[in-house]
């Protein structure tokens, strides 16, 4: 059985689309008043939300975009998205909607679990492409294994991260809907590949940055492990959000720079 169902749909047509919504949006009065910021650090953890608003003045958006908070330094036209969900369809859904208002570069940071007994808890991982275990990329571009990042937005983030000093790995991320079913056969084959992390929406955030001709990439802060072939959560240790942190600095400077 193919995916998805109906062939070569990577191709296709589309029959609505988000810009089709956002003028809906408009007649309902719930369109944003300001202009979309250039460049968008996609924030899932409600923790490091609330960090970062102790931490940085920011302004919320209105209309359909009050999720998002421009950054009041100087960085230019920056905004970080306050937690709205995890999972493919839902990162998906949310950039769509602010690809069609005008953002045009995305960094998502979130959480991962590793792979390999090399990269430890709170360790971050530069994202540079992903395994499509997932749904949502194949309505968007040809099916294949893997889904890219955005190269010069990834190499942008690495030389943010070397400016801190930071240790960190550069790989592939195995992406996948259902973490309930991620199999000790699958984690075995993965690790042997050499696979960095595993995750729920980077290949699907790859995909439609494909799509729509915009700048996507993901950095992860380790919380948890499958390197022993068991799960080992670690989502509480301070090195997790403490990481986050540090990403989320590379985040805003390589948008601005």
Partial sequence: MQFPQFKGKSELETLTSPGAYLEYLKTRGAYPSNPAPSGIVMCYSRRLFDYIRENHKTTPGDGFAKFVHFLDESYGKIAVTKCFGIGAPTAVTVVEELIAWGVKSFISIGTAGTLQPSISIGDIV????AIRDEGTSFHYIAPAKYAEASKILTDKLEIQLQM?????FRGTSW???????ETIEEARA???????TVDMEAAALFSVGAFRNVEMSAMFSVS???AKLKWEPHFHNDKTMQSLDKIFQAAKCALSS
Wanted: with cysteine; proline share 4%; aromatic share 12%.
């Fill in 190 to 196: 993965y690790q042997a590949e050499g696979i960095s």
């Fill in 175 to 181: 992406t996948t809907d259902a973490p309930y079913r």
């Fill in 126 to 129: 530069l994202c540079e492409r």
């Fill in 224 to 226: 948890d492990s499958l």
């Fill in 164 to 168: 801190q000093n930071l240790r960190f």
